[in-house]
């Protein structure tokens, strides 16, 4: 059992960055699959970037090359640095984990994750 707590996000303006972190705290995160999902209003949620407990990670296209996952297991911490950011962005933005030993990009879908929290709202202005 994890519990997991977003926080960082903020009103921004176009091409401004933001660093989302997910407190995790129950269990130690070093097994496990580690995401971040966002969804936008009358959209369904998507994933944007998963790190296998290895750190090997992924990003989607629509934010390759300006958002950037990463994790800390000592600190039981996931971030995701976001450069770049563009009214689209604007969602909420949620932190997601499982228990899981391989490759995260093998896990697409919302219902592969068996823990979530309660998420953090990212806006960008034009």
């Known amino acids: 059992q994890v519990r997991l707590v977003e926080s960082g996000g903020a009103s921004v303006q176009a091409g401004g960055s933001l660093r989302l972190s997910c407190a995790a705290s129950g269990n130690t995160i070093s097994s496990y699959c580690m995401a971040w999902f966002r969804q936008a209003p009358g959209k369904q949620r998507e994933g944007v970037a998963r790190?296998?407990?290895?750190?090997?990670?992924y990003v989607s296209f629509p934010v390759k090359g300006r958002f950037t996952i990463s994790r800390d297991n000592a600190k039981s911490t996931l971030y995701l640095q976001m450069d770049g950011l563009k009214p689209e962005d604007t969602a909420m933005y949620y932190c997601a984990a499982v228990v899981y030993a391989g490759e995260c990009r093998t896990l697409p879908h919302v219902t592969d994750f068996e823990y979530w929290g309660q998420g953090t709202q990212v806006t960008v202005s034009t």
């Open positions: 790190i296998n407990s290895s750190g090997g990670t």
